[in-house]
């Protein structure tokens, strides 16, 4: 999600590729925030805490239905974000056909697991009129937790989720995941693909240093410690 002065950078869907149409929201943009969709299934769990581990996320969204309470997997992923120390925050979505006694459920539900002695968070549910910034400003500490109820077809809740979004700071001065542009180059690579007429291409993290265009970089260790380039 891009966004200028604080408003949303919406792309021009017409007749535009999908990289065209993220081109267009960086060039336009001054803060860009990267939102890592992650599963919820308990298939694929592994997978949820590679994206909570290898990709060093600064906050966690932890996504509940209205209409189904809380899970035994939300618990589970709420679980992995308080033992990762990765500051939360709660949507909760389909408020527009949840029963009234579900509702209320699984709002005492939240609150009871994220008071409790293992969480030690202070749930907040977030107003209309609400200063988002203060919960954002905050959320850097992992002193609050805040809540947020929405639904998509009514858009009830939803400027002021987007507008909390485009709050939020990186954590990395209070954490120093990354070292500076300056440093060496340190990429870390988590997956290998290879792309029709293109050929291999790594993904992962950049840690520290810059990568320009055509810069030749040492590749290693391998399993024998070996760095090649």
Same mark, same amino acid.
């Given at each position: ?45 592994? &997978? ?57 459920? &699984? /709002?005492?539900?939240? /609150? ?118």
């Amino acid at each position: 999600m891009g966004f200028k002065e604080g408003k949303q950078v919406e792309p021009q869907r017409v007749n535009e590729k999908k990289n065209n149409l993220w081109s267009q929201v960086i060039k336009e943009s001054d803060k860009v925030i990267t939102i890592i969709d992650l599963c919820g299934h308990e298939t694929y769990l592994k &997978t949820t805490i590679f994206g909570l581990t290898g990709l060093m996320p600064d906050y966690a969204a932890i996504i509940v239905g209205a209409n189904m309470g809380v899970q035994r997997m939300t618990k589970e992923h709420l679980g992995i974000a308080l033992a990762l120390k990765i500051p939360i925050f709660i949507i909760i979505t389909k408020v527009d056909i949840a029963p009234d006694d579900v509702y209320k459920q &699984t /709002m005492d539900n939240l /609150m009871k697991i994220l008071k409790s002695p293992a969480a030690q968070k202070m749930p907040v549910l977030v107003k209309e009129n609400d200063d988002t910034a203060i919960f954002a400003d905050n959320l850097v500490c992992d002193r609050i937790c805040p809540i947020f109820v929405v639904s998509s077809v009514k858009g009830s809740g939803i400027n002021q989720l987007r507008t909390f979004i485009s709050k939020l700071t990186s954590r990395n001065q209070q954490v120093k995941m990354f070292k500076p542009s300056t440093d060496k180059v340190e990429f870390v690579i988590d997956s290998v693909f290879n792309v029709n007429t293109v050929g291999i291409v790594a993904s992962g993290t950049l840690m520290a240093g810059k990568v320009d265009v055509k810069q030749i970089l040492m590749l290693g260790p391998d399993i024998k410690g070996t760095i090649v380039y």
